[in-house]
């Protein structure tokens, strides 16, 4: 089976723009959760999709959004990036997203704001 | 707060030899999963070994292995006969009961040859 993939894998971007990241789960899995890495905040949850639906949130403004569609597929969008923005966003995804379900990881995209 | 603290930001181990990477967390639920992920440089997080907090059990797989103190609220990770390959950054993570996901800071491990 292919893993998870993200594209694409290196951003740049200046403040205030927007962008879109996409993020295609290993076949079957319908969860799909939002991380996003830096190295001063580590790993935060930014949200989670099943179903087409999202199902739980961090704490991140309202300018992270997301959404999955009905092949499990999902995008991240940023609006009005900011400098802070700049980060690995990884996504991970899982059968049926229950806490017991190890998440695969995908190998992220880097986004530089400038 | 449910908070997840790996106090050791960085761990050296000689090849051949056993490394313990410390975890600790906070929560007040009573039932809960462990995770160790492993982030090598410049690849994809994958996992390492978990544990469900209802089993007394410490999980093992082959050369990892976990000593769980429910009580202590402890959870480290231990790595027998290190290899080169397991040079990475470790996160310890915790998934509580709204299926929220919380990850420690991270410890870089180093293996020496």
């Known amino acids: 089976k292919a893993g998870v993939t993200q594209t694409p894998r290196y951003l740049i971007k200046t403040r205030g723009q927007q962008v879109t990241l996409s993020c295609s789960p290993i076949?079957?899995?319908?969860?799909v959760s939002w991380y996003q890495q830096t190295p001063g905040q580590g790993l935060q949850f930014l949200f989670e999709y099943f179903s087409e639906t999202q199902r739980n949130k961090g704490n991140f403004p309202g300018r992270f959004s997301g959404r999955q569609f009905s092949n499990s597929r999902s995008e991240m969008n940023v609006s009005t990036l900011e400098l802070g923005d700049s980060a690995l966003y990884l996504c991970?995804?899982?059968?049926?997203?229950?806490?017991?379900?190890?998440?695969?990881f995908g190998p992220g995209t880097r986004l530089l704001v400038l | 707060a449910q908070t997840v603290t790996q106090s050791q930001p960085e761990m050296s181990v000689q090849e051949a030899e056993t490394v313990t990477l410390s975890c600790t967390y906070d929560t007040s639920e009573s039932d809960y999963y462990l995770f160790w992920y492993k982030q090598p440089p410049s690849r994809q997080m994958i996992l390492v070994i978990r544990?469900?907090?209802?089993?007394?059990q410490n999980a093992t797989e082959n050369r990892f292995s976990v000593n769980f103190q429910k009580a202590a609220k402890s959870f480290s990770l231990k790595i027998s006969d290190s290899q080169l390959g397991d040079a990475a950054m470790y996160f310890c993570a915790c998934r509580y009961n709204n299926n929220d996901m919380r990850f420690g800071a991270g410890t870089r491990l180093t293996v020496k040859p």
């Open positions: 544990q469900e907090a209802y089993k007394q």
């Open positions: 076949s079957g899995h319908r969860s």
């Open positions: 991970a995804s899982s059968l049926h997203g229950v806490r017991e379900e190890t998440q695969y």
